[in-house]
Structures are given as structure tokens and as C-alpha cells.
């Protein structure tokens, strides 16, 4: 890279230093999996984000809605990594939600088609 910008960082490297992914690979792969937007648009790896720009980020099971206000280029403290972006994504389910979805016994196989019934009557569909 000759003439590096220094107001831009590539978005898988800054969405592992803001410590948004454990890992670089799993940010290059959410990228690759179309799993990152930045201002609308799905974007590869080494699409540049600046201050400014919407990073969206689809991972865990939730989606990231986060506003670049400072790049980074190496992977920071999470003090550190909370002034470099703002958080606007919705909050995470309660986790007494998430464990009402239905959980079965190891071991108790497929469940059966009243089974199923049981669990949508119980989920509200």
C-alpha cells in the first residue's frame, strides 16, 4: 500500500479491533457470507470505513448496528474500543426469552409432530 490513508482502515480489521468479532477470520468470513454492510451496501474485506460511516454487522444470532467515530488499525482495550464506535443496535433479547424457546433433553431425539405443536402453541405462532 503505497499511499496509505490514514483516515481509513479496512472494515474486517476495524470491526475485530472494536471488538466486535474474537477474530479477524470470523470478520473476514462474515464479510465474505455478506453478513456486513457499511452505509447500505454488503462490502468485502478490505472495503475502507472512515468516521462517519454505518457498519452492519449480522453475528451471534443479532444484528450490530454500529456508527464509526474513530478507526483503528490494531486491536484495542474495550474502555479504548467503546470511544471508537457508537452503538445503535437494538437491545439483545432477555436471556429468560431465549431459554423459553423450547428446550429438550439430550438424547430425546426428533420431536414429534404434537411436540412441535406444543412448542409453536407455547412460542405464540
Do not use: Q, Y
Not at 470505513?49 to 451471534?60: I, K, N, Q, T, Y
Not at 437491545?91 to 426469552?97: K, V
Not at 411436540?115 to 407455547?122: G, K, P, Q, T, V
Amino acid at each position: 500500500m503505497g499511499s496509505e490513508d490514514e483516515t481509513a482502515v479496512r472494515v474486517d480489521s476495524w470491526i475485530w479491533s472494536v471488538r466486535l468479532t474474537k477474530t479477524r477470520s470470523l470478520a473476514a468470513s462474515a464479510c465474505r457470507a455478506g453478513h456486513v454492510k457499511v452505509n447500505g451496501e454488503r462490502v468485502k474485506a478490505a472495503h475502507a470505513v472512515r468516521p462517519g460511516d454505518e457498519v452492519r454487522l449480522f453475528h451471534a444470532g443479532r444484528e450490530r448496528i454500529v456508527v464509526v467515530s474513530r478507526v483503528v488499525r490494531k486491536r484495542v482495550g474495550a474502555a479504548a474500543a467503546a470511544e471508537c464506535l457508537v452503538d445503535k443496535s437494538p437491545p439483545p433479547p432477555p436471556r429468560e426469552e431465549m431459554a423459553a424457546m423450547g428446550i429438550r433433553d439430550r438424547g430425546a431425539g426428533r420431536p414429534t409432530k404434537r411436540d412441535r405443536r406444543d412448542l409453536e402453541r407455547l412460542r405464540g405462532l
